[in-house]
């Protein structure tokens, strides 16, 4: 259902959804919670394609992005992170938690700035359409293993 998604999405477009194209695809939904770096869905794709090339899979992901099909995140470690949309219901973003020790990157999904977007429009007049945020910390396993070595000290 979602790759039909994304199949009718590049036709809106004209474009196609050639098998290089449909492999990097694959790689992002099969991949969806691992927010893959592009060097990553290259390694992922090539499993599938061996003939793929690393500027394919660049070109693919760029046009996945400008067609929305696709988000792109800098997470700051210097790599784009990519995660496939869930289609056009997904409207509001989920939000990432960044372990700033382990580098790992997980989800929260509730929207709780309802209210907030609301009040930016009331009164600025400005319609928030969308929103990203990004939560750095300590993920669970990191603060136990600091738990760990602070007890055992």
Same mark, same amino acid.
């Given at each position: 259902?979602?790759? $039909?998604?994304?199949?009718? #999405? !590049? $036709?809106?477009?004209?474009? #196609? !959804?050639?098998?290089?194209?449909?492999?990097?695809v694959d790689v992002l939904i099969a991949n969806a919670e691992d927010h893959l770096s592009a060097e990553e869905v290259y390694m992922h794709t090539r499993r599938l394609h061996t003939e793929i090339g690393l500027a394919t899979v660049y070109r693919n992901l760029e046009l996945l992005e400008r067609l929305e099909i696709i988000h792109r995140f800098d997470y700051g470690d210097g790599q784009s992170r990519y995660e496939i949309k869930m289609g056009d219901e997904d409207k509001h973003y989920h939000h990432h938690l960044i372990c700033q020790k382990c580098g790992k990157i997980g989800e929260f999904h509730s929207d709780l700035l309802e209210s907030v977007e609301k009040r930016i429009t009331e009164e600025t007049g400005f319609e928030v359409t969308d929103h990203c945020l990004r939560f750095f910390g300590l993920c669970s396993e990191c603060r136990a293993s600091s738990d760990q070595e602070s007890n055992g000290a």
């Open positions: 259902m979602l790759k $039909e998604w994304v199949r009718t #999405r !590049l $036709e809106e477009n004209s474009y #196609r !959804l050639t098998p290089q194209r449909e492999a990097v």
